[in-house]
């Protein structure tokens, strides 16, 4: 055996007996009293950091999802700017301008003898038909996203929620647009899904606007998932819906 190998061997026997001999010695130290609480301290604020590292861990994922949303709506507020601008700057020519006409008399063109002619007013347009207002649900305020229990939200977002609410306003809107739309101006699609919004109503939801998941599938493209009813759950929570329940349906009613 080389000279070096014996060196390296005698090294390496040397450095486990020197990892042994520190063992024994926290060993024996864990067994002092005085040492032994000071050890269980120690042990008790590691666990304790390692529970704030855990719940760091969690805000930071939070804060990248908020960061991401808000990237996101930053990106869609710049692109409606940008065709608010270009509609500002590209009025088409022909629309018609708001003028003001003043009907004022001269006195001194007017003859005092001749009595003075009073036109009379044009008759009035027959009112156009009273549109209705389909109800829409308003959106999570930031005070009420705060105010979720964190084992409810879990790791929603604001924006995410809100994402929802929109998905469901454009259902509702959807729906009732069929409703009260003429039936002579159906065709055979939207005649049958009429008649299953009619089927679906009960004496609880007269006089409510609600929708089923049928309606969350035919009109937008959410899926209906674990992850969609946790939102149904916060939203029930914040007072934007109710459910009622029969024949083996669940409608989710606008509040």
Known sequence: ??????EQLCSHINEKIGHIKKTLSLRNCGQEPTLKTILNKIGDEIIVVNELLNKLELEIQFQEQTNSSLKELY???EEDYKDVEHLKENIPPHLPQVTVTKNFV???DVDPEE???VKEPAPTKKPPKEQRTI????FITSDEFNGIPAYMKS????????DVIKEINKAV???YKILYQPKKSMNSVTRNLYHRFIDEETKDTKGHYFIVEADIKEFTALKVDKRFHVILNILRHCRRLSEVRGGGLTRYVIT
């Open 106 to 108: 001269n006195v001194a």
């Open 173 to 175: 809107v959807s729906k």
């Open 1 to 6: 055996m080389a000279s070096s190998d014996l």
């Open 75 to 77: 990106e869609s507020l």
């Open 155 to 162: 790791r929603l977002t604001y924006c995410q929620i809100n």
């Open 135 to 138: 109800k829409e649900m308003l």
């Open 115 to 117: 009595p003075v002619k």
